[in-house]
Nanobody
Framework: QVQLVESGGGLVQAGGSLRLSCVVS????????LGWFRQAPGKEREFVAA????????YFADSVKGRFTISRVNDKSPMYLQMHRLQSEDTAVYYC????????????????WGQGTQVTVSS
């Protein structure tokens, strides 16, 4: 099993920045990649960014390219999502997730999920 705990969400004005953290524990050796997803009220959960052990990636949704970065120093360190120039459309619950699948960009490819952290961008 893998456990993930997100933190760092909050209320920010449009144009501002936030950094989300995801602490990963458990059977981390089984993980191929980690990702961030978000879900706004009334909408489906959508891919935001992903990072993997391989040299490929990271991967970003078109809506966040150039504004968000994803990072992780090593397998034992937290994963971060740095978000800049936030917009009201970025308001959602943000989830970190872990996958044993290579190049996974869809929610159904991720086996383990955190509880989520709320990000609210005021205009």
């Amino acid at each position: 099993q893998v456990q993930l705990v997100e933190s760092g969400g909050g209320l920010v004005q449009a144009g501002g920045s936030l950094r989300l953290s995801c602490v990963v524990s458990g059977q981390i050796f089984s993980i191929y990649g980690l990702g961030w997803f978000r879900q706004a009220p009334g909408k489906e959960r959508e891919f935001v960014a992903a990072i993997s052990r391989s040299a490929r990636g990271p991967y970003f949704a078109d809506s966040v390219k150039g504004r968000f970065t994803i990072s992780r120093v090593n397998d034992k360190s937290p994963m971060y999502l740095q978000m800049h120039r936030l917009q009201s459309e970025d308001t959602a619950v943000y989830y970190c997730a872990a996958t044993t699948t290579a190049q996974a960009l869809r929610p159904n490819q991720y086996e383990f999920w955190g509880q989520g952290t709320q990000v609210t961008v005021s205009s």
